[in-house]
């Protein structure tokens, strides 16, 4: 039997490559329609002398023949060069089953440069498709952007044939391969085209539509450094002037490519710029119709927004963390901002500005690449420069009015501070001589770009939301008066009149409900933004010497000179989610350490909420209710003309718009009571404040659970934002709270007994603690805070007892007191007397502390002259002889 014939090194490379390319030098001996025998390529190798072997050397003349050659049966260009790199990675397998080592070396050497020679063709290909025949054929990119998807996609994702052939996938390590070494001028064209792409994919895309594809291709994309370094520079990157109608700041949102991506957004846009599929109609048509909205709609728009977030962030942070991206980035987010710095105006037209979806997206953005400074490391806050507001190149703060100073104020003042410093300070801060502009930190670069984006951005749509509402509450009254007429007598104008407005009012329905779920109700946004500016006033505060009182007699210019919207969205905003405990709840707040401030602050919402309390209860629901029984009464009702009827219909309206204003606020303010007195109990049990706390907390329960409770028992109180049930609860915990922080003291259950006008012996002898605290299982209250009210109850019991044995004991202890003991306000023992600088009356300083808190100005009872707590002068030879006089008394006794 003859031996079997050893194969030669070049024969087994010869036949592997013609497996990979799919070619053969000579006429094959069955005819194969994949394999293309190439006559030329064959007849030109015989006349160079050399035999028809395919080699190493001879892998890219083959390759551009057979590209290059008109082969009606086979594959495109593409196809085919993904196809080769498919089947070299099978080949490099197989390897393995080869014995000889150095052959197994050589053959995978020849299979690796021809997997590396169809990568190289495969980048000239797609950058230059008519270096080859495509006829009739999908491009080159468009194949590349179908294999990015198909990398990227989950089985959630509706993946089709959008951008070729949704069959045909990557090899393992192609899609890598080709983008990893990339750097030649072929691929530029080539990604920037697939930017490209993946803008007009999600051009006009609602977070209901497949953006989330997309944005996995950009995030993949850029994960390759050039690819990066190509997005930046991309000529959608900042997108020029064009020739559409439209102004810059919409220009940038909708022509540049991160544009495209931001502007996905639930917030409702003019008709001219409307997103599909659209939310409003999709999740909220006919939502005034509804008891509540679908949850399920809700949990689909949380979910795709919080997916675009994450998205984004990861987006910037790489470009961000990146140097040779991170300036190019800066100088998008400049523009933004620049091209819509007018928008802050009261009106903004939709054609001239981005959108309030973009705007609310990148404040989320930015907030969330602000996180190591909200996490509250000093070191980050450190890196925040004022001086950035002044001295930077990027944005023009001068425009912006200020706190308290003129802008020439400001440039005087520059200019000093400048005159103070030597020539290598001004180098530092301005550049250097040769004019290079000042670098300052990125985390500082974030701060202010941060604080410009949530102006524009969040806080114009909550504006916005706001508008929104009082528009639709408007159109609501207007449609309850229409129908009313209707009711007298229909007419077809009227019927038109009150179908136009029922149109209307779902309009701003679906708009105002798009706002909840995207602004309102995620609270990551609402908490995150709450840090970022409760971190813009401590700064600020730094200015004016901390948080301490009394403040600088004259404004510092540091702060003085600061844009003043700074202030502004910081309290409004803070003003605004205060009332939201998922916003609240575990805040901390740096009033802990300071009292004097806080204590006038802590005064002024327990006045206003006593004021709007008060009115609600006692005035705005009485008089709505008295209008109501009297509409109601139709016999009467029918024998008003029609003008009295529109006008007492109207005063109705007006009614119930004072009582939702006022018990909005209301509940806000005692929702912050709730809030504060959990984190700060203890100006609560200062002497001049615990018995006027424990007077307003006494007034407020009893007009909740009392007899007075059945006059505020009205129809729908949610219209008018009258939730009792919060407000017992929140109540509540304000006894709780203050209470947690009574523990050694043991002062409030006293202050509480000494109420005269709510808690008296007749609630005590009806226990009025244990019939809330029925109220409060009822309405499943935490079994805790029951538990903590039911024995602060008790406590308050056994302090009245406790005071009246002991004003019975000073009373025969003492005796007669002298007047000059007395206090003049309150003619009660002074404790600790004080000179008044003014009158030189000696009054008790809790006492003259409480009249300061009270009244609207602060002066002395007795002049009216101005004074306030600093200028009190202790009387200590009095306050002496007090306690000389207490201690005779009792030994005589």
């Known amino acids: 039997m003859a031996a079997k014939t050893q194969r030669s090194l070049q024969d087994i490379i010869d036949i592997i490559l013609r497996k990979i390319f799919l070619v053969v030098l000579q006429q094959p001996s069955k005819n194969d329609p994949n394999i293309v025998f190439l006559t030329l390529t064959a007849a030109k190798i015989l006349s160079e002398g050399r035999t028809l072997v395919l080699s190493c050397t001879m892998m890219d003349r083959v390759l551009i023949d057979r590209l290059s050659g008109d082969f009606p049966s086979a594959e495109p260009p593409f196809r085919y060069l993904v196809g080769c790199y498919r089947r070299a990675c099978d080949e490099l397998k197989r390897v393995v089953l080869v014995k000889n080592a150095s052959f197994r070396s050589e053959i ?48 959630m994702d509706e993946f089709g044939d959008e951008f070729g052939d949704d069959t045909f996938d990557s090899p393992p390590g192609f899609i890598n391969e080709f983008f990893r070494d990339g750097d030649d001028g072929n691929l530029e064209l080539v990604v920037q085209d697939l930017f490209e792409k993946l803008r007009q994919s999600v051009d006009g895309i609602s977070p209901l539509g497949n953006f989330q594809q997309p ?14 370094k190509i997005l930046v520079n991309h000529p959608r990157w900042i997108p020029k002037k064009t020739n559409l109608p439209i102004g810059e700041g919409r220009m940038i949102e909708i022509e540049s490519i991160l544009g495209a991506f931001l502007r996905v957004s639930a917030l409702p846009d003019s008709k001219e710029f409307k997103s599909t599929p659209d939310v409003g109609q999709q999740c909220f048509s006919e939502a005034s119709n509804r008891r509540s909205v679908d949850l399920s709609s809700l949990t689909t728009i949380k979910k795709a927004m919080n997916i675009l977030y994450d998205g984004l962030v990861a987006v910037f942070h790489k470009l961000l963390n990146n140097q040779d991206t991170q300036e190019r980035v800066l100088e998008y987010l400049a523009e933004v901002i620049k091209k819509n710095s007018a928008r802050s105006c009261m009106q903004v037209d939709p054609l001239s500005f981005a959108s309030y979806g973009m705007l609310v997206n990148l404040s989320s953005v930015m907030l969330r690449l602000c996180q190591p400074l909200l996490d509250g490391a000093a070191k980050w806050r450190e890196q925040i420069d004022h001086r950035y507001l002044f001295h930077n190149t990027r944005l023009d703060f001068r425009q912006l009015a200020t706190m308290h100073a003129s802008s020439e104020e400001v440039s005087a003042w520059l200019e000093e501070e400048n005159s103070s410093k030597d020539t290598h300070e001004l180098e530092a801060q301005e550049g250097t001589s040769s004019g290079t502009r000042k670098e300052y930190s990125l985390t500082c670069e974030c701060f202010f770009i941060t604080t410009r984006v949530l102006n524009l951005g969040l806080m114009k749509a909550i504006s916005e939301f706001e508008h929104l509402f009082e528009k639709l509450r408007s159109y609501e009254e207007d449609l309850s008066i229409l129908k009313a007429m209707r009711e007298q007598g229909a007419s077809p104008l009227l019927d038109a009149n009150i179908k136009h407005l029922k149109k209307e009012i779902d309009i701003l329905t679906q708009s105002k409900s798009c706002y909840e779920v995207q602004i309102f109700q995620d609270y990551t946004l609402l908490g995150q933004a709450s840090t970022f500016y409760k971190l813009v006033i401590i700064w600020l505060v730094d200015f004016v010497g901390g948080f301490k009182i009394p403040l600088p007699s004259t404004c510092p210019m540091k702060f003085a000179s600061i844009p003043e919207h700074f202030v502004d969205d910081a309290m409004n905003f803070l003003e605004i989610t205060f009332g ?49 029984v009297e509409m109601a009464n139709s016999a009467e009702w029918e024998q008003r003309s029609v003008e009295e009827r529109v006008e007492i219909m109207r005063l109705f309206h007006s009614q119930e718009n004072i009582v939702r204003s006022n018990m909005k606020l209301a509940n806000g303010n005692v929702g912050m ?34 007899s007075q409770w059945r006059f505020l028992d009205i129809k729908d109180p949610e219209k008018y934002e009258f939730r009792p049930r919060q407000l017992l609860k929140q109540i509540t915990k304000i006894y709780v709270h203050i209470a947690r922080g009574d523990k050694e003291m043991n002062v409030f259950p006293a202050a509480i007994s000494k109420d005269g006008q709510s808690y008296n012996e007749k ?32 406590k308050v019991k056994s302090a009245v007892y406790e005071a009246l044995n002991e004003a019975s004991n000073a009373e025969a202890i003492l005796g007669e007191i002298p007047d000059e003991f007395l206090d003049p306000i309150l003619h009660t023992l002074m404790r600790d007397p004080v000179i008044l600088p003014s009158s ?33 002068i202790p009387n200590t030879e009095l306050k002496q002889r007090i306690e000389d006089f207490i201690i005779s008394q009792r030994k005589r006794k």
């Not at 495509?134 to 179908?146: D, E, F, I, K, P």
């Open 763 to 794: 609630l005590l002898t009806s226990q009025l603690f244990k019939y809330v605290a029925d109220n409060l299982w009822k309405i499943h209250e935490n079994r805790n805070i029951i538990q903590e009210f039911v024995e602060l109850g008790l």
């Open 108 to 155: 995978v050497f020849a299979i690796k440069q021809a997997r590396k020679l169809v990568i190289l063709y495969c980048r000239l290909y797609v950058g230059n498709p008519n270096m080859f025949k495509t006829s009739g054929h999908v491009s080159g990119a468009s194949y590349l952007m179908s294999m990015i998807f198909a990398k990227v996609s989950t089985h």
């Open 673 to 706: 009571l709730a809030f504060t007195s959990e984190q700060i109990p203890a100006p609560f049990l200062l002497p001049e404040m615990v018995e006027r706390v424990a007077i307003v907390l006494n007034y407020f329960l009893l007009q909740l659970t009392g």
């Open 580 to 628: 939201v405990p998922e916003v609240s709840e575990g805040v901390v707040l740096i009033a802990r350490e300071e009292k004097g401030m806080y204590l006038n602050f802590l005064n002024l919402l327990i006045n206003d909420s006593m004021y709007l309390l008060d009115e609600c209860l006692n005035k705005n629901i009485s008089q709505l209710k008295k209008i109501k």
């Open 840 to 872: 030189r009356m000696s009054v008790d300083r809790p006492v003259i502390q409480s009249h300061l808190l009270n009244g609207n100005t602060q002066n002395d009872p007795f002049t009216r002259c101005h004074l306030t707590q600093d200028m009190l």
């Open 215 to 228: 944005m996995r291709a950009l995030l993949w994309l850029i994960e390759y450094p050039n690819n990066a």
